[in-house]
């Protein structure tokens, strides 16, 4: 196949520095994929008044969506290092776009958390997909900044849908506005086919990109052992330590996408006038992918260690998440949009780390599986924060603009207890030693 990859490339122009081209094209499935799940969020308070939702209403229609991603993770994942990342996303991108345009055909809360069921089995495989395919193409040097290219698609996907839904929305329906993202995924698959093949067999690599990428994947490829077991995986510190680094971010992350609209309109804030305020978070955090991957990526070529690398921007993260708690004394549409847009900046710094972890710590037969379980453990205590959330905010609604105090003084306190966990557990053990992980 090599061989024959290399025959077709004299043939057809190298594409240069096509890493980052891969890089681009994952980027841009995980922006359809948050346009496509940000959908439901942004019309939230307008669905909730037409269907007369309570929020444990909501959030059991969310919890739908998560129960859906979470197992779907940990299943997709080695689904994902078995059939190939090509064929994979393949297969991902094309099950979520088909659901999100049968959403457009709701009516009722049962039928809404069907659709977002279905929309998370799909979307599960983005990140343990995206992950592989970093492994794939990416030296470790690099590896951060890929990660952190492609997780940006969340912020980006969930600044840009305000702007692509609302408009729809107020002059088409909600309806509507389901469409258009599963257009979005359609489209996408035929770039994706067209561009994406393993490094030895692309016909548009170059050969000195193909060298210097298969130098070091192949290298800890044949070093390390075969793939390991699901039971193998969770006996390793580095493996728990991995799935904390999501399962005790990600649910703060995904309290910012689902439920900040609803947050600042029980602070009293329209969503006409704060909708700078839903935009800028995300921004931040865009930002903060590229903080995060690219400050680890300098520390390396400064002669950091790899593990001394990635942690110092773990405790970065850990830190700034804290600056979402005094939120809590201020309904300052300004101040509280500065606050979490800093907030938001320093999870993502957190979220590329966590990302690019079982890339760091694992060979490419096991990186997806890895993610995977990482990504069940966020979808795991997301499921749990919602819950807490819709009844918190539904018991606390008689204390108007601070209903959400509780929520916000844990969503900042967890990513802390979390970087204090990953610290503990990402190391080098008798488990590097024996081949079993990558030494950091």
Not at 377 to 390: H, N, R, S, V, Y
Request: glycine share 10%; net charge positive.
């Amino acid at each position: 196949m090599a061989v024959a990859g290399q025959m077709n490339s004299a043939h057809r122009r190298p594409i240069p520095f096509l890493r980052w081209w891969i890089g681009g094209i994952l980027f841009a499935s995980t922006v359809i994929n948050y346009i496509d799940r940000q959908t439901l969020s942004i019309l939230a308070p307008y669905l909730k008044q037409d269907y007369h939702w309570t929020n444990v209403d909501y959030a059991n229609i969310a919890i739908a969506f998560r129960i859906a991603y979470s197992v779907g993770q940990t299943v997709c994942g080695r689904l994902m290092d078995r059939v190939g990342t090509r064929r994979g996303l393949t297969i991902s991108v094309t099950w979520y776009s088909f659901v999100s345009l049968m959403t457009s055909l709701a009516n009722g809360i049962s039928s809404f958390a069907l659709f977002r069921f279905l929309l998370g089995a799909g979307e599960s495989a983005n990140w343990p997909g995206a992950s592989k395919a970093v492994s794939e193409w990416f030296p470790k040097g690099e590896r951060g900044l890929a990660a952190a290219l492609y997780d940006s698609g969340s912020s980006v996907g969930g600044a840009v849908a305000p702007f692509l839904i609302l408009p729809v929305y107020f002059r088409w329906g909600w309806r509507v506005a389901f469409v258009i993202p599963g257009l979005l995924g359609f489209l996408w698959l035929i770039a994706w086919r067209r561009l994406y093949h393993l490094p030895q067999d692309h016909p548009r690599i170059s050969d000195a990109e193909r060298n210097m990428i298969l130098a070091e994947t192949l290298e800890a490829q044949t070093a390390g052992k075969s793939s390991l077991r699901w039971r193998d995986l969770l006996k390793l510190p580095q493996t728990w330590g991995t799935i904390i680094s999501k399962g005790l971010t990600d649910p703060v992350w995904f309290f910012v996408t689902d439920w900040f609209p609803i947050y600042l309109v029980a602070k009293g804030i329209s969503l006409k006038s704060g909708l700078l305020a839903v935009w800028v978070p995300f921004l931040a955090a865009d930002l903060g992918n590229f903080f995060g991957g690219g400050v680890s990526g300098y520390l390396i070529r400064r002669g950091w260690s790899l593990g001394a690398a990635r942690k110092a921007l773990v405790v970065f993260g850990g830190i700034g998440v804290l600056l979402l708690i005094p939120t809590i004394f201020t309904v300052n549409l300004y101040l509280i949009t500065v606050l979490f847009g800093l907030a938001t900046f320093s999870y993502a710094s957190f979220s590329t780390i966590a990302n690019v972890l079982p890339t760091d710590l694992y060979t490419s037969d096991s990186v997806a599986s890895v993610s995977g379980l990482s990504g069940t453990g966020a979808g795991i205590g997301t499921i749990i924060a919602f819950e807490l959330i819709g009844h918190f905010a539904d018991a606390r609604q008689a204390s108007a603009s601070h209903s959400f105090d509780p929520i916000v003084v844990a969503a900042g306190l967890i990513p802390f207890l979390g970087m204090i966990l990953v610290l503990l557990l990402v190391r080098n053990t008798r488990a590097t030693d024996q081949g079993l992980v990558r030494r950091i």
